[in-house]
């Protein structure tokens, strides 16, 4: 039972969160059709963080992923989600109403990660960092998954949304499949008072502190490596060329990171949660520096480095929410870890959309650079945590 449980759920997140990254993965595509300025551009793209922010706080206010079945409020929200996402197909490029719709599926999204992590946790205790770890790499998976589906369908950024779409509503129907762990709590009332163990508890406080750092850098990294790396390829190759290769290079790294999700998991969980998000934020701030260092040299050279940055940037995330809950109460983990995220992406919704700006303003190296102060921060948090 909790193999099929966890296969399933594994399955649909994959499904339901190719949604976040079509903006990103349709980009190039979209610009030959339509004029859209840079600011609308990044707009497309930090919308569904703003979305899922907000989505996010609500439910972590309201205690939705402890008071409520989780499958049915995945359910409902990846449904939803791949309902709105089609409304790209209808809107004009860029504009206001496509921006909306990025921004809504977005909330809806926040029905999905956080949830998901919920009914994960609620499969076991030992084994819970591989858990928690395998969640987050079906979702880096799933964010991957529109620049593969963008390859596959070539110029047509229509086939990418239509995709991506309609595999979140098979996610939300599929997660009605899922069985719910032995470990498993349901808050028996609205409490917003489990907000203030955000603070008042201090592991959880510095686990907060220590996710904060990693995602100072995670959805800059993700949703703009693409669009850096062709500028460096293209400092060596022709300009269609190094788009070619900047996506089969986004697309591999950050489905490389997936992948490593549920290793460090394993690993953390026999050698410490704490330890693995130090190890992961060690080289992903390295990673960050050598690509800036190293930008517009070898095209070889450059994809390595984003390589082991991809692989590097995301098996820390599911450590930071397996700290959590493992510090929580087990009736208010699914709100706190809704929480955490919520805080982790407003800090990435001003990355993602400064990220181009700075770009454009001081070069893609500097900006680079400047992503590995996240990491340097996590890690002086999580040397705290294990003192502890």
Known sequence: MKFRSITLLLVAEVAAMSLWFVSAA????MLREADVSPLRQAALTSAVGAGFVIGALLSAILGVADRFDPRRVFSVSAIGAGILSLGLLFAAPGGGL?????FLTGALLAGVYPVGMKIA???GKEDRGFLVGALV????LGTAAPHLIALSGGSDWRLTVT??????????????????????SIAARFDASVIATAWTNRRVRLAYAGYLGHMWELYAMWAWIAAAATVSYSATMAAADAEWFSRVTTFIAIAAGGIACAF???????????????????????????VAAT????PWLTFLLILAWGI??????????????????PDQAGSLMTLQTALGFTLTFFTVQLTPVLASMFGWPLVLAGLALGPAFGIAAMLRLRSI
């Open 137 to 140: 790499g079906a979702l880096t």
């Open 163 to 184: 995709v991506a779409s309609i595999a979140s509503i098979g996610a939300g129907l599929l997660c009605l499949l899922v069985s719910l762990g032995p470990h498993h």
């Open 26 to 29: 349709i980009l190039p595509d």
């Open 312 to 329: 590097s940037v995301i098996p820390d995330s599911a450590q930071f929410s397996a700290l959590v809950a493992d510090a929580s109460p």
């Open 121 to 123: 946790v609620g499969w």
């Open 295 to 298: 930008f517009g040299g070898p």
């Open 98 to 102: 496509a921006i909306a719709s990025r």
């Open 264 to 290: 460090a998991g394993r690993i953390a969980d026999r050698i410490g949660k704490a330890e693995i998000t130090i190890i992961a934020m060690a080289v992903s701030g390295i990673s960050a520096l050598a």
